[in-house]
């Protein structure tokens, strides 16, 4: 049986849980984009963290292999 109640309690908590790590991120120096924008977490949270979001991470690694960009892209359909 289909219960709507538990489905939006588990996106609020997944939610919760990627604006607590953006933020810590952006804390340690990694910049946040959306759509080729700096944003801030929760502008990222609000853009991605939904359902059947057409949103998609793509983390930019410096040299030695430390995230220093999370950037949020509009996946489009060809």
């Known amino acids: ?5 538990i489905e939006v309690e ?15 991120m952006r804390r340690s120096g990694v910049a ?8 801030l977490p929760m502008e990222a949270v ?13 983390y930019v690694l410096d040299e030695a292999g430390v995230i220093e960009q999370v950037r949020f892209d509009k996946v489009t359909r060809w």
Not at 1 to 5: F, G, I
Not at 10 to 22: P, S
Not at 32 to 39: K, N, S, T
């Open 32 to 39: 946040l984009f959306v759509d080729g924008l700096e944003a």
């Open 46 to 58: 609000a853009k991605a963290v939904r359902e059947d979001s057409p949103y998609m991470a793509d």
């Open 10 to 24: 588990d996106l609020e908590a997944v939610k919760e849980h990627m604006l607590a790590r953006l933020e810590q």
């Open 1 to 5: 049986m289909y219960d709507e109640k």
